[in-house]
């Protein structure tokens, strides 16, 4: 069953495609298979456009950290995930936000986790005010 979309997003989508197909220059991918491309043609005195073509679902946090600097022109050209000089060895590979996903994080006590909170011991004091 394919998902509905409005005529509204179907025509920008169109739009992103033609400009694409018509002035883009593939620059590269990343891992989750996002494709980010530049305009061909820069006028002279503008900087060059950059776009991302989103592999499944459009979600921004789906965009590495270098490529991010990349579309924002931080850096000039994109810069390699392992080599950055950006990434230490200590720290975690990029994940998107799972929000409003399967992989959400849902706490002891929700809906979704049985809805059966464990019982405040006797070491809570509510507020009140004075």
């Given amino acids: 069953m394919s998902e509905k979309i409005s005529l509204i997003t179907w025509m920008a989508n169109l739009q992103i495609q033609f400009l694409t197909w018509r002035k883009g220059e593939l620059v590269g991918s990343d891992r989750f298979g996002n494709r980010y ?12 456009r950059r776009w991302v073509i989103y592999n ?13 600097g990349w579309l924002h022109h931080t850096s000039k050209e994109p ?35 049985g809805g059966h909170r464990v019982r405040a011991t006797g070491d809570y004091e509510p507020w009140t005010p004075s």
């Fill in 56 to 68: 499944g679902e459009p979600e921004a946090s789906k965009v590495p950290p270098e490529w991010h």
């Fill in 79 to 113: 810069l390699p995930e392992r080599d950055s000089p950006f990434h230490r060895p200590w720290q975690q590979e990029h994940v998107p936000n799972p929000s409003g996903s399967a992989q959400a994080y849902r706490p002891p006590g929700h809906v979704f986790q």
């Fill in 37 to 48: 491309y530049r305009n061909t043609s820069v006028r002279k005195g503008m900087r060059e």
